[in-house]
């Protein structure tokens, strides 16, 4: 800077001076805009909103939209949610992906939503219907309810409706460990007289991982482009969330142009995931014992996956004329996360020669089985020992009475 003038470089060192406070500053001011904006929100503030209040389906569709909660309060509310009123014919729910609900708990300046399902039975006609969605806190301050429209249309013209795309598999549920993926197949049929690109689209549950690819192949797509009536297959490959629980899944797809579009779902059923572990106590897999003698050790089997560990047996394999006695003998069943004790009592063969063995244990459940190896010390019978030292005393003293039996000549 010994270049510049001293008037510049005192502006420039206050231009320096002033960016820095704006650049440090500009997050506090951010946060206590947002502390504001925060204050001047009321204590208790909560509305209720369907996606769609109105809307026009054909004959047999079943209706499917969001509903809504806002929490514009800076309190966290539990909320009641049922359906006041539906028509005949009709069958209405509140759900989340999985579950029917009856409540929900919106956490201060949050959204929650919520679908709201109606099914026709065949007998419903064309017309229009109400259905009115209620909802209040749980301690009553804020009542809420939500009319929605229902205007059920005739059916198109059979040469209108084959005008589209339409979806096919030949396997819509799966069924598998929640480890493993699953593959569906779906054909894709264009009945555009023209051609086009579909974008494909997939919803599973939170957590888990969709993806489209053609037939045979590993790659992964988003969109397919088809010409005028023409089909193609593709694979929607599914991945649950690392140790889901068993239970039914759904797995919505949608495939969608600027001119046609179609929808279908699919089930992914889990049996959980099967493992376990086995292992001592103290972690040690050796013992000493002996001859003839029984001796006791203890293991434990722990269920590690996510699904029930059934009919579990043991199996015990060991040096000849030995003896190996498990209790229990069988387990019926671990829940996950559960472990038991099972004692083994090993005794050795009478005649055994000192020195190490092996007893190797098995342990087979339905899904699942582990193996545990035991090294046995066999060592003498403490009844040699005292032999041992009598020979020795024997020995000394005859020694000694020898000695002197050669002195006194």
């Known amino acids: 800077m010994s270049g510049i003038k001293p008037g510049h470089r005192y502006a420039l060192i206050f231009a320096l001076v002033s960016l820095g406070l704006i650049f440090t500053q500009g997050p506090f001011f951010a946060y206590a805009q947002n502390e504001d904006v925060k204050e001047k929100r009321p204590q208790r503030l909560i509305v209720m909103a369907a996606e769609y209040p109105g809307v026009e389906v054909g004959v047999d569709e079943d209706v499917r939209m969001d509903l809504i909660f806002h929490n514009r309060g800076r309190t966290d509310e539990n909320v009641d949610v049922w359906i006041a009123e539906k028509p005949d014919g009709w069958k209405a729910k509140i759900k989340t992906y999985r579950y029917v609900v009856t409540g929900a708990h919106i956490p201060s300046g949050d959204d929650k939503t919520l679908s709201f399902e109606a099914e026709p039975d065949n007998v419903v006609q064309p017309g229009k219907y109400k259905f009115r969605v209620e909802a209040q806190t749980q301690d009553g301050r804020f009542k809420m309810n939500q009319n929605i429209s229902v205007t059920v249309k005739e059916k198109e013209e059979d040469t209108k409706k084959e005008k589209g795309v339409k979806l096919t598999t030949s396997y819509p549920v799966l069924q598998g460990p929640s480890d493993a993926k699953f593959e569906f197949s779906v054909e894709v049929d264009s009945k555009l007289d023209e051609d086009a690109v579909f974008d494909l689209f997939a919803q599973g549950p939170q957590g ?85 003698k029984p001796a006791n050790v203890s293991f434990y089997v722990k269920n590690i996956g996510s699904a029930a560990l059934n009919d579990i047996e043991f199996l ?92 006194r000549r």
Do not use: C, H
């Not at 053609?214 to 482009?225: M, N």
């Not at 038991?340 to 459940?365: M, W």
């Open 316 to 407: 015990s394999f060991k040096p000849e004329n030995w003896k190996v006695e498990l209790k229990p003998e069988k387990i019926p069943a671990i829940e996950p996360g559960d472990l038991k004790q099972v004692e083994a009592i090993i005794t050795p063969y009478e005649e055994a020669l000192v020195g190490d063995y092996s007893v190797t244990f098995k342990i087979d459940g339905q899904k699942v089985s582990k193996g545990m190896e035991y090294r046995v010390t066999v060592k003498a019978s403490s009844a040699w020992g005292w032999i041992g030292i009598g020979i020795i005393v024997f020995v000394i003293a005859g020694l000694t009475g020898l000695f002197r039996w050669l002195g």
């Open 208 to 292: 888990w991982e969709t993806n489209f690819k053609p037939a045979y192949e590993q790659k992964y797509i988003s969109s397919v482009r088809l010409k005028a009536n023409q089909s193609q297959t593709i694979a929607l490959e599914v991945k649950p969330q690392f140790m889901a629980t068993a239970g039914e899944y759904p797995v919505n797809i949608r495939v969608s142009s600027s001119d046609a579009k179609a929808e279908a779902q699919f089930t992914v059923i889990l049996t959980g995931t099967y493992d376990m572990e086995v292992g001592t106590p103290d972690g040690l897999l050796s013992m000493n014992a002996r001859q003839g």
